[in-house]
């Protein structure tokens, strides 16, 4: 059983930036791929970034060049640099994984809010 802990979420304006973290319990993390979902309010769960054991990372298209996704394995932590902020970033960000080398996602954390005011 894995436990994610997401935090870093806050009020801020557009343009503005911040830095989400999720620390994971448990072994093995760094074999564990690492992923970050959002949630806006109406509209369905949708990826976001991801970095896997390996560290080679994957983004949407909707953040790619403003988000950073990272990891500090001796930390058991994966970070979401997000800079450039705008209103249609502002949702629930939520921090998953699966088994070791799984691409699967089987551990959710319980999300931290992110909202962006114009």
């Known amino acids: 059983q894995v436990q994610l802990v997401e935090s870093g979420g806050g009020l801020v304006q557009a343009g503005d930036s911040l830095r989400l973290s999720c620390v994971a319990s448990?072994?093995?993390?760094?074999?564990?791929?690492m992923a970050w979902f959002r949630q806006a309010p109406g509209k369905e769960r949708e990826f976001v970034a991801r970095?896997?054991?390996?560290?080679?990372?994957n983004y949407a298209d909707s953040v790619r060049g403003r988000f950073t996704i990272s990891r500090d394995n001796a930390k058991n932590t994966v970070y979401l640099q997000m800079n450039s902020l705008t209103s249609e970033d502002t949702a629930v960000y939520y921090c998953?994984?699966?088994?070791?080398?799984?691409?699967?996602?089987?551990?959710w954390g319980q999300g931290t809010q992110v909202t962006v005011s114009s």
């Open positions: 998953t994984t699966g088994g070791s080398y799984s691409v699967g996602y089987d551990y």
């Open positions: 448990g072994r093995s993390f760094g074999t564990r791929n």
């Open positions: 970095i896997m054991w390996s560290t080679s990372t």
